[in-house]
DNA sequence: CGTGCGGCTGCTCATATGAGCAAAGATCGC
DNA sequence: GCGATCTTTGCTCATATGAGCAGCCGCACG
């Protein structure tokens, strides 16, 4: 484009969408045709001088959606926009939204749904609508936190997202982390915890988080772990949590043998899904999502905007895993 | 507005502006009839949910131009946009280019232009187009810098303007302050001073900026005032300095005697002129701009949109019994 | 100096959109 | 329970806009 016509588009820009004027009136103010300023008004869009943006605590983006599909494969990909967001329990709070509102919207609704716990989950749950559906039995697919008085948010969040449904909780009576893979095997084996097991391994669709890795975690704030155990980790190439399991940027177990004691679904489990449903925000998070997505654990991912630009910017590395599930 | 709606205007919103889908298609999408779909586009707008920004150093703000045309009297307005400017040096840019694209602009063209001298007058010069006009002779109307090094700016901002537009340049033989009254009075009434004097204020159109009353202004740069000088005329009340002569809030003469042995055009002629650019930007010189503008020293405001903003919520309020009582 | 090509211009025509209006609902007081 | 009034809805019609096309200009090349 040539310097001239580049200034006439912002003028012509300026009139069009601050003065409300029509093409035909921009024309005759700039002496130009109608149809000229129609395609400075084009080029001026194209060249990126015109910016909508969509300014709402609700608002999506949409296009970024599309491309985070696109680029990794999702089925579905909810964005929620970060404009004029400053901290992140907003953010957080705005993605729990959305990932509510896409529950909602779920056609048909499924009848059995696994769920983790953790703070999101717990935003989430309370981001519902009261009848958000019409009776969907809720499972929790991996151990509950009980070893302090935090003890209880994981059976509220699977409660209350039940509640909210007309349906019933099932939630898995065992410890996320046991100190002894024998308690663990043992625990396992119980009929009342093989049972909730089985039926969450047969859930219609899962949704669940991921946490970083680091010492503000769930799980070290409810004593499963040390901020030593977590230094450990990432030391190992932890990047974050998925249903209690530490994996590494390539979503693999970064630690087999605490991930042996670790109570619920396996990460293949979840892979295998139809339907599952990450619900992931904050720069913090931004390497575990990558983890998530490029691993193939979710088939939706709702997050917010900066974490999907992260994601579409870094995909291309790592292919792996994904590949086994098939997209050519 | 009802929620419901307000979130149906939101999603109306995504898909037309950012998916460029026709209102109809978005009828079927949300299943409404096509009408209602630009009524929650209407609303959507209306109620500020959608932004429509013009980004480009060239961008102006034409609704905050005719904002603060109407609430300050102007004949004329020229904001522009502040978006994506982080540095104040940035900022003064764009305002001097939109000047000089406005000086550029007036029909008819001044025959005599009577200008003052600065940073920002500088940058204007520099920014204009050769040719911009056809013969315009340039007048000083406030005495020249000539103490230091910085010597000839002045006289090269006159001679640049007059140079471009091919016509000459009338430089005012002064310094700008002088030690003692009397040979304040001595140099006005020599005939090349008080012919000088003469031409100025017979200018069709005057051109100036303002300065901050700070330490960095360029009286102090050029040696003409002190540090201590600035600080005293600023517990006095000054917010800055117009064509070298310091003003209140409500562009009085903070002091009548240093304002006596100040050569140039006094600020009545200027407050006379059928036409007088001001060209003022930043956030420090929001004091004076609203000085400027209240006590009516231009007709027209060369600005930035901050800067803008500020005079437009500013304005109603009587100057200020503030500057008065002193800021301690 | 002619000729062919690419880009720009101004047009026609189809489509998308906004204004205005009558009918249908909702809301309120009585 | 019943109008009266105000709002919302779906419409018609006029207008604004975008797609696509023929002619024109300038340019490079033979």
């Known amino acids: 484009m040539i310097e001239s016509d580049e200034l006439l588009s912002i003028r012509a820009a300026e009139l069009y969408y601050e003065e409300d004027k029509t093409q035909d009136e921009i024309g005759s103010i700039l002496t130009l045709t109608r149809w000229k300023v129609g395609r400075l008004l084009a080029q001026a869009k194209a060249s990126g001088f015109v910016r909508i943006e969509i300014v709402h605590p609700r608002a999506r983006r949409l296009p970024v959606e599309r491309r985070l599909r696109e680029t990794c494969g999702l089925t579905d990909a909810i964005v929620v926009s970060t404009a004029g967001v400053d901290d992140q329990d907003e953010l957080q709070a705005r993605t729990a939204q959305a990932a509510a509102d896409y529950l909602a919207s779920l056609r048909p609704a499924p009848r059995t749904l696994g769920i983790s716990w953790g703070r999101t989950l717990d935003d989430v749950a309370r981001h519902l609508q009261d009848g958000w559906a019409g009776g969907v039995d809720v499972v929790q697919i991996n151990g509950g936190v009980s070893l302090n008085r935090r003890a209880g948010t994981a059976a509220s969040t699977a409660v209350t997202i039940a509640q909210k449904a007309g349906g019933h909780a099932t939630l898995l009576p065992s410890p996320a982390i046991l100190e002894r893979l024998e308690t663990k095997r043992a625990i396992e084996s119980d009929r009342a915890v093989a049972a909730v097991l089985d039926l969450a391994s047969g859930a219609d669709a899962y949704l669940f988080s991921a946490g970083a890795a680091d010492a503000g975690s769930v799980l070290v704030d409810s004593g499963y772990l040390t901020a030593d155990d977590i230094a450990a980790l990432v030391r190992a190439g932890a990047v974050g949590d998925v249903v209690g399991r530490y994996v590494d940027g390539s979503g693999a177990i970064v630690d087999p043998r605490l991930d042996e004691r670790t109570v619920g679904l396996s990460l ?29 654990l979710c088939t939706v991912l709702v997050t917010d905007e900066d974490t999907a630009l992260h994601l579409i910017e870094n995909h291309p590395a790592v292919p792996d895993s994904k590949g086994q599930r098939g997209t050519e």
Chains 1, 2 share one sequence.
């Open 268 to 296: 293949e489990s979840l892979r295998a899904a139809q339907l599952s449903i990450a619900v992931i925000a904050g720069s913090a998070k931004h390497a575990v999502a990558s983890a998530v997505v490029r691993s193939g």
